[in-house]
Nanobody, 112 residues
Framework: QVQLVESGGGLVQAGGSLTLSCAASGSIFRINVMAWYRQAPGKQRELVAT???????NYADSVKGRFTISRDNAKNTVYLQMTSLKPEDTAVYYC??????WGQGTQVTVSS
């Protein structure tokens, strides 16, 4: 059993920054990849960024250069640092752990 709790969402103006956190507990293996997804109203959930146990990262083209995913294995926590935010980044952001473990989501709203 894995529990994921996201935090750090909120309302920010375009061009601003936010950092999301995902605290994991339960049957966690630090070698596993973790990821952030997001879902905007009326759209499908999409992959934003992944990070392996060895800290290799991958990003969606839409966020490359603006978002940074990182992890603190000692704290079982994954972060998503978001800068230069755009209104199209508005979505509920979800943390994911293999195979099908999701957090409750945290709302990010970027105003223009």
């Amino acid at each position: 059993q894995v529990q994921l709790v996201e935090s750090g969402g909120g309302l920010v103006q375009a061009g601003g920054s936010l950092t999301l956190s995902c605290a994991a507990s339960g049957s966690i293996f630090r070698i596993n990849v973790m990821a952030w997804y997001r879902q905007a109203p009326g759209k499908q959930r999409e992959l934003v960024a992944t990070i392996s146990g060895g800290a290799n990262t991958n990003y969606a083209d839409s966020v490359k250069g603006r978002f940074t995913i990182s992890r603190d294995n000692a704290k079982n926590t994954v972060y998503l640092q978001m800068t230069s935010l755009k209104p199209e980044d508005t979505a509920v952001y979800y943390c994911w752990y293999p195979l099908n473990n999701w957090g409750q989501g945290t709302q990010v709203t970027v105003s223009s």
